[in-house]
């Protein structure tokens, strides 16, 4: 079993930036990569990021240049600079072990413009 324990989001303007935290715990020798997911209302669920144990990431193409995932014993953080109106979702932390994820509560980001 992986629990996964997810801080920050909330509020913020358009070119803002805003951090995302991510712990696991439990059995996290099985993990093989963490990330991050989002959905918007109305929206289908899109990968936002992800890195792995070895520190291969991977970014969607709506991110590159602004976000920037990084680990650390388990820890994720998902920095989120130059944040758009179109970066509004909740935001899914997950662990992703060989047969299933373990996945976060998930955290609300509102950007105003």
């Known amino acids: 079993q992986v629990q996964v324990v997810e801080s920050g989001g909330g509020l913020a303007q358009a070119g803002d930036s805003l951090t995302l935290s991510c712990a696991a715990s439990?059995?996290?020798?099985?993990?093989?990569?963490m990330g991050w997911y989002r959905q918007a209302p109305g929206n289908e669920r899109e990968l936002v990021s992800r890195?792995?144990?070895?520190?291969t990431t991977i970014y969607a193409q709506s991110v590159k240049g602004r976000f920037t995932i990084s680990m650390d014993n388990f820890k994720t953080i998902l920095q989120m600079n130059s944040l758009k109106f179109e970066d509004t979702a909740i935001y899914s932390c997950?662990?992703?072990?060989?047969?299933?994820?373990?996945w976060g509560q998930g955290t609300q980001v509102t950007v105003t413009s």
């Open positions: 439990g059995n996290i020798d099985s993990i093989i990569y």
């Open positions: 890195i792995d144990t070895h520190g």
């Open positions: 997950f662990a992703r072990v060989r047969d299933r994820a373990y």
